[in-house]
């Protein structure tokens, strides 16, 4: 399994509909897909798909936002294909006024990744470890931001008075740049 170190993007036209594509580690899935609604809200369609390992369990979903059925499917196809893990691909579509059909939906959806697969940059998975920390009160901020920064999972578990318990979710070269060792 692979999984992404940048978060590369794409563009191209078919038939006057204008297809963006997003691929993006699966940290980064909610704020990516809050930020292309806000942006990008005069498109006609915003569709994902997405793998991702949790509780040694692998969850994959595939929204298809009003497109036709199917239609989409090439996202999550193309991601098993390419055993990506922890990442999801974004294609928001402004239509072009030209029906394409479930047929040169797929096609220009499938476009859409592997115009960005042809920029990632990609590192062998390696299953995360869980930690348990106490970090002063002062440090919490900055343990979330590098957490953010590098993917780890920063979850407050217990706060008191001087500084809080937390758990930290990532790849054991990950939690060691997110604690600044």
């Keep these: 399994m692979q999984s992404l170190l940048n978060a590369p993007t794409s563009k191209h036209q078919i038939k006057g509909s204008i297809f963006l594509g997003f ?4 940290h980064a899935f909610s704020p990516t897909l809050k930020q292309l609604q806000q942006e990008h ?3 006609r369609h915003i569709v ?3 793998r991702y390992l949790e509780d040694n369990t692998l969850k994959e979903a595939l ?3 009003r497109e036709p059925r199917n239609s989409t499917k090439p996202l999550l196809d193309m991601l098993r294909r390419e055993d990506l893990i922890n990442v999801a691909i974004f294609v ?14 797929m096609k220009a959806y499938g476009l859409s990744l592997q115009l960005c697969l042809e920029q990632a940059k990609l590192e062998p998975f390696v299953v995360p470890m869980h930690i348990c920390e106490w970090v002063g ?18 979850v407050v578990k217990e706060t008191q008075s001087t500084g809080a318990w937390v758990d930290l979710i ?3 070269h990950l939690l060691e740049k997110a604690l600044g060792h």
């Design 170 to 172: 990532g790849a054991p």
């Design 48 to 50: 994902y798909a997405y």
């Design 23 to 26: 691929l993006v580690p699966m």
């Design 92 to 105: 928001v579509r402004y239509f072009g006024g030209v029906l394409l059909g479930v047929g040169g939906l």
């Design 63 to 65: 929204h298809e936002d």
């Design 137 to 154: 009160l002062g440090a919490l901020q900055a343990l979330k931001a590098r957490g953010l920064k590098y993917g780890v999972q920063v």
């Design 41 to 43: 809200f005069k498109a």
